[in-house]
């Protein structure tokens, strides 16, 4: 609920983003859809999952090389993406409860 509520925040403040949301079905898609875009950003922001199995990353991660910057991070930070861009990764913390 909080990550929308910023989502929200950003989109009417920032100037000059665009935000994309792609549904994928599969790991040669997700890898295709990203490189149709990395020409076109300056600043790419992926979100980063701890030991998350999902079907849109399916086969990437047998590629994968640094596995703490996740699979996405990791795809777009590799020499077969070509731009110039900057890539933030983030993770969301776990909350501790005392």
Do not use: H
């Not at 079905?25 to 020409?39: A, C, N, Y």
């Amino acid at each position: 609920m909080l990550d929308d509520e910023m989502l929200r925040y950003i989109k009417k403040s920032v100037k000059n983003l665009t935000y994309i949301q792609e549904q994928v079905k599969d790991g040669p898609e997700t890898s295709t859809f990203l490189r149709s875009i990395v020409g076109d950003f300056q600043l790419i922001i992926v979100g980063r999952r701890y030991k998350s199995k999902d079907p849109q990353t399916f086969g990437l991660e047998e590629w994968c090389e640094f596995q703490e910057i996740g699979i996405i991070g990791d795809l777009l930070s590799s020499l077969d993406f070509v731009g110039n861009y900057s890539l933030l990764i983030v993770q969301q913390q776990l909350q501790r409860v005392a």
